[in-house]
């Protein structure tokens, strides 16, 4: 069973810094690439970040290259966002997930940790 759970979410100012983390089971995180992806009402589903299992290589979104970095400690079974000079527009409920495809198919995903940016 995938267990996966988000949190760091919050309510910042544009401008400021969120950082996201994801505990996941051993048995979900072990040689997966994870990754983030975040919804928003009204919108599609939008990829973030993903992150490779052994070489931790990482591809982003146009959307949030140079401002969020992705990164994950395999001996915590943990995956993090770091989200610096957030906008408005990255307000969204954020969630972390096993990647099956590279880099923007998941397989499986948490609850969802919501970001709300106020301008």
């Known amino acids: 069973q995938v267990q996966l759970v988000e949190s760091g979410g919050g309510l910042v100012h544009a401008g400021g810094s969120l950082r996201l983390s994801c505990a996941a089971s051993?048995?979900?995180?072990?040689?997966?690439?994870m990754g983030w992806f975040r919804r928003t009402p009204g919108k599609e589903r939008e990829f973030v970040a993903a992150?490779?299992?052994?070489?931790?290589?990482?591809y982003y979104a146009d959307s949030v290259k140079d401002r969020f970095t992705i990164s994950r400690d395999n001996a915590k079974n943990t995956v993090y966002l770091q989200m610096n000079s957030l906008k408005p527009e990255d307000t969204a409920v954020y969630y972390c997930?096993?990647?099956?495809?590279?880099?923007?198919?998941?397989?499986?995903w948490g609850q969802g940790t919501q970001v709300t940016v106020s301008s």
């Open positions: 997930g096993v990647v099956t495809e590279w880099p923007n198919k998941f397989g499986s």
């Open positions: 992150i490779t299992w052994r070489t931790k290589y990482t």
């Open positions: 051993a048995r979900t995180f072990s040689s997966n690439t």
